[in-house]
């Protein structure tokens, strides 16, 4: 079995392009495809995946031309993606979906069987019967790794396990992939971080073309894929200071995707509240900031209870939220930067006046915040969320919410942020941040609280905690009051 | 604001461009074929329908002179402008021939009670706002989305319009109010939207909430009460266009379901699509509806039946929705990437 890419060109509109890019695999290949956000690997998955078909250039499967017109006609040809968005529909149980797809046996029964001998096979913990919106990001990925050993299919195109994975489950997850190989598939991964792609046998670093860099080029190559794809964290300073009172407590919040949480954030100290991708992380930001309502708890900032109050109210008291990079930075599209550098000012008397706007002053403020803040005009993404960054410290909130606030950033854009963040607590203030990336919880936070399907898991010290520990609780391997079960492992 | 070289009020203008060439060219196609049928050639047929068919159409307004297009447009520009003023709030308003026809019957209860126009002006955009409210309130207290309640809205007011209209008789308008005051007022209320929209407090917020909803709640304004406000001022509008049809004498009897799929109220939201919503260019472009609209009457009868200019405004509708929509799934693609 053989699959080909012959300088294919690809340029699907949501996914940044690659040209001429060829590569040729046969039966039992593990094979990564490493780079970062706009390397063009996206394309390539897409090409490969049926979700859009190449300029130029061809794909062969065993010597056969392949023309993939969709998902659908991908999976029939025997190519499964694993890990991609939107791939298991919510409202259906995996055994349903697995049901749905071509080559895997109608009767629930059957399917049922399939599906249990793999669960068993390599100890896969997984209920088949659960609605897919309801399982964890890991239980969804393997969920879909499942439902491509029952379809049969040839080659795995697993997408950003990381995304979805803890350490420890990226490590079952290349042990299962290197069975599957052993058994003559060929297993593609597609990753954005170099620790991932340096546990397949082979590899590739990928900009825009041909690749760049590669595991032929010996031991050297595996450091320099490492500086090539700036996944390492860059180190920033972090002054010793004393943690001072609570600034926002949150006892019991209920609400959609949130269960029971309790919280602290102090003043001079940064938690991080982290958890595998999921909705309730939003969910938990949005609480917090008023945009979802509570069905049960209290909140309080400083002395002042906030529960009841609304977005504008819980601002005005001092209670600040900034989206990240993937939640819309609170950057409106269709408006000016001027417009949206305003948007938490426009309505005081600095820039209003009986309902009328000061439109010179408005652009003032703006310049004032950009030329503050050394952030050159034009404003690129990046900049915009150093930006959006600034106008949500201006003036100083007693605590700040940040969702997310490095996802999709190079390492030196997410270490100057996280110098931004450190100077609101040599400031003094309370920073909550939350986020799916565990490895920089913990090398950046004060405190880190794990969050497992809407609730808090476990409260950690992050100088006395190792990243399996908490891979486990993010994970739900493993829950407060279970040590003796994380002992044995 | 720029997007691929091209600054944006520049490609509201193509977009327009596009959808009217796209629009007049499948009519022309439609018309083509039927006087292809009739004439037994496709050269006669193309002779016929360029003759008969585009040329008029594109030509008959313009010959009762400016001042009647721009009187008849008047009514367009503000139906427009209804539709537009939600678009720009984000909020899509289908009720225009509803509340169209609640703003006819203020005026016409004004008149019974033998009240001066102006005094009946009023009374129409007060009709009108009310008919906004409902599904303002609806909205904003419900959930409900505002396409859903100002439809059933829409229906609710013209067959209640024309239930009380068959019961009561028209009663006479005089004096007329001068012509240029509708087209005049019309081009005004669009200056006052633009200057609300830009320059003050509430205006901000509704072009915020038009632009980006979810960072409109993050930025802490408050959905619910702009909705009320948007679909109160939209009724307004609509309302004061009916008002002005009654008032102006262009209206004999008033009007029921009907009207909602010919007419006006198709002109209002085709003239608000090919704008895409900005104010100033609805009115250019219900001027340019209207333009069709009266050449549609100047077809060649023995040809065309009567409903195929009203189904080339159709068409150019559809081709401005379908930009619209496009527009739409583009950006949002380029939001994903």
């Avoid at chain 2, 019309?186 to 205006?203: D, E, I, Q, R, S």
């Avoid at chain 2, 102006?248 to 010919?262: C, D, E, I, N």
């Amino acid at each position: 079995m053989t699959l080909e890419l012959k300088h294919i060109s690809v340029s699907p509109s949501p996914f940044p392009p690659v040209e001429d890019f060829s590569l040729s695999l046969s039966s039992g290949a593990v094979y990564a495809i490493a780079g970062n956000e706009a390397s063009g690997k996206g394309a390539v998955f897409a090409a490969l995946t049926g979700q859009c078909l190449p300029s130029s250039g061809e794909m062969l499967f065993n010597g056969h031309p392949l023309r993939l017109k969709s998902r659908r006609a991908a999976v029939t040809q025997g190519i499964f993606p694993v890990g991609g968005p939107g791939e298991l529909a919510p409202g259906f149980s995996v055994l349903d979906q697995l049901r749905a797809c071509p080559g895997v046996p109608w009767r629930k029964k059957q399917a049922e069987q399939a599906a249990e001998e793999i669960c068993r096979r390599w100890q896969i913990r997984l209920d088949i019967h659960a609605p897919a919106e309801v399982l964890p990001a890991s239980q969804r990925f393997f969920a879909q790794l499942i439902r491509g050993m029952v379809c049969g299919a040839d080659i795995f195109a697993l997408w950003e396990p990381e995304r979805l994975l803890t350490n420890l489950e990226i490590g079952k997850a290349s042990a299962i992939a290197r069975d599957l190989a052993a058994e003559g598939k060929i297993i593609l991964v597609f990753t954005g971080r170099a620790d991932v792609a340096l546990t397949c046998e082979n590899w590739c670093a990928l900009l825009g073309a041909s690749p760049v860099l590669s595991s032929s080029d010996g031991p050297r190559g595996g450091k320099e894929l490492d500086a090539f794809m700036e996944t390492a964290l860059i180190p920033v300073e972090k002054k010793e200071m004393a943690v001072g009172s609570v600034a926002l407590e949150a006892r019991n919040l209920q609400g959609d995707g949130v269960k029971n949480i309790s919280l602290e954030a102090r003043y001079g100290e940064v938690t991080v509240i982290a958890g595998m991708p999921g909705r309730e992380q939003k969910a938990l930001a949005e609480m917090l900031a008023g945009l979802q309502p509570l069905k049960a708890g209290r909140l309080r900032l400083g002395e002042k209870d906030i529960t009841g109050y609304s977005v504008r109210g819980r601002q005005l008291c001092g209670l600040g939220y900034l989206p990240g990079p993937g939640q819309g930075m609170g950057w409106a599209q269709g408006c000016a930067d001027r417009e949206n550098l305003a948007l938490r000012k426009y309505f005081t008397s600095a820039l209003q006046e009986s309902g009328w706007l000061k439109m010179g002053d408005m652009g003032r403020y703006g310049d004032e915040l950009l030329e503050k803040n050394r952030l050159p005009e034009p404003l690129t993404a990046e900049d915009r969320l150093f930006a959006a960054f600034a106008r949500e410290t201006d003036p100083l909130p007693e605590a700040l919410i940040l969702l997310q606030p490095t996802k999709g950033l190079s390492s030196r854009a997410a270490a100057d942020m996280w110098e931004r963040i450190y100077s609101l607590r040599l400031n003094r203030r309370a920073v909550l941040v939350i986020t799916d990336d565990l490895r920089e919880a913990l090398a950046r936070a004060d405190r880190v609280l794990v969050l497992f399907q809407g609730e808090i898991a476990g409260e950690f010290d992050p100088g006395l905690t190792s990243i399996q520990e908490l891979g486990l609780f993010a994970s739900g391997e493993r829950r407060r009051g279970g040590e003796d079960r994380f002992d044995e492992e | 604001m720029k997007n691929n070289g091209i600054s944006y009020p520049l490609r509201r203008l193509l977009s327009a461009a596009a959808s009217l060439a796209a629009g007049l060219s499948a009519g022309f196609v439609l018309m083509v074929f039927i006087a292809w049928k009739q004439q037994g050639s496709l050269a006669a047929g193309l002779s016929a329908a360029f003759h008969g068919g585009l040329l008029p159409l594109l030509t008959a307004g313009w010959k009762n002179g400016v001042d009647s297009l721009l009187s008849s447009a008047a009514a367009v520009m503000l139906l427009g402008l209804s539709v537009s003023f939600a678009w720009q709030g984000g909020l899509w308003q289908l009720g225009g021939p509803g509340f169209f026809a609640l703003g006819a019957l203020g005026a016409f209860f004004g008149f019974s009670l033998g009240l001066p126009w102006y005094v009946c002006f009023v009374f129409a955009c007060a009709a009108g706002a009310l008919g906004g409210v409902i599904p303002g309130l609806i909205k904003s207290k419900g959930r409900m989305h505002e396409g859903y309640a100002t439809a059933l809205m829409n229906w609710l007011c013209l067959w209640s319009v024309q239930a009380i209209g068959k019961s009561s008789p028209f009663p006479e308008i005089s004096p007329l109010p001068p012509r240029w005051l509708g087209w005049g007022g019309a081009l005004a209320l669009c200056l006052l939207l633009m200057v609300f929209l830009k320059c003050t407090l509430p205006g901000f917020e509704i072009h915020l909430l038009g632009r980006d909803a979810s960072v409109a709640r993050w930025a802490g304004v408050k959905e619910g009460k702009k909705a009320l406000l948007i679909l109160t001022v939209s009724g307004m509008l609509a309302g004061a266009a009916g008002g002005w049809q009654l008032i102006s004498g262009q209206l004999t009897a008033l009007p029921g379901p009907a009207f909602a799929l010919t007419g006006l109220g198709l002109h209002g939201l085709a003239a608000a699509a090919l704008a895409l919503g900005h104010p100033a260019l609805t009115c250019a472009a219900a001027l340019l509806v209207t333009l069709l609209s009266s050449g549609a009457g100047a077809l060649d009868q023995n040809l065309f039946p009567p409903e195929t200019g009203e189904g080339i405004i159709a068409l150019i509708l559809f081709f401005a929705s379908i930009l619209r929509v496009s527009a739409h799934f583009m950006r949002e693609g380029r939001d994903k990437a």
